[in-house]
């Protein structure tokens, strides 16, 4: 599904090169689970961004369902970014203003999907995440845990290819935190992609897979306990 041959990304800033990705190599199937994990600084985030089609790679290539995206333009990279990948953030990225109906509905809009498909789909994934009883509320209404089903919700709703989850229990306690990832292993029972960066070492091991980075490069990959386990 997802394939990185010697991948660079070189970040320039007046006469200051950083390197962030060191001839990375990846594959990842459909239908996986994977962890990223590594110090702050490693590369994890611009991994993740290339991933998910937010930014394009120095040189290298990257292939998202065989097609050859690295010198995709930005607008290109969005086109393919609306239907096909599904993103979970730290800090929620919910609009304030917007109630949590609202909010799920947005990825239906730019799909632009007919207005009664929009409100089943988002009764549905409202349902499937246990929120449906806050659909009017405001995100400030909403705790934390609360807020990160919402997003959860508004990743799956367009039914992507790939869901990006970067740090999704970052900013929630260990209970929110530990329904938070039964919910990703839920999505992944039912065949969502799934890739995670976290600094957990205690998430990372309900993937299947943890990739462990450093300075830009992969360090390691390996199975984990509870990867096998559950299968």
Do not use: W
């Not at 970014?81 to 239906?108: C, D, M, T, W, Y």
């Not at 997003?151 to 935190?177: C, F, H, M, W, Y």
């Amino acid at each position: 599904m997802l394939k990185l041959e010697k991948l660079n990304k070189v970040f320039r800033a007046n006469d200051v090169e950083t390197t962030a990705l060191n001839e990375v190599n990846l594959r990842i199937s459909a239908g996986e689970f994977i962890a990223v994990t590594g110090p702050s600084g490693c590369g994890k985030s611009t991994l993740l961004n290339i991933l998910g089609l937010l930014d394009s790679p120095t040189s290298g290539t990257y292939r998202f369902m065989d097609k050859d995206v690295s010198k995709y333009s930005e607008r290109e990279r969005a086109h393919l970014r609306k239907s096909g990948v599904g993103f979970v953030f730290q800090s929620f990225n919910l609009i304030s203003e917007l109630s949590v109906h609202a909010n799920v509905e947005l990825p239906l809009l730019y799909q632009k999907i007919a207005p009664a498909e929009r409100r089943r789909r988002v009764e549905s994934v409202l349902e499937k995440v246990g929120v449906a009883s806050r659909r009017d509320h405001l995100p400030k209404q909403l705790s934390g845990g609360q807020q990160q089903r919402v997003a959860v919700a508004r990743a799956i709703v367009g039914k992507p290819q790939l869901i990006l989850a970067d740090e999704p229990t970052g900013n929630l306690d260990s209970a929110n935190g530990e329904e938070v990832m039964h919910m990703l292993m839920a999505l992944h029972a039912e065949g969502s992609t799934i890739v995670m960066v976290t600094h957990s070492p205690l998430h990372a091991q309900f993937a299947q897979r943890t990739i462990r980075m450093l300075d830009g490069r992969i360090l390691s990959e390996s199975r984990t306990p509870l990867a096998e386990l559950v299968a």
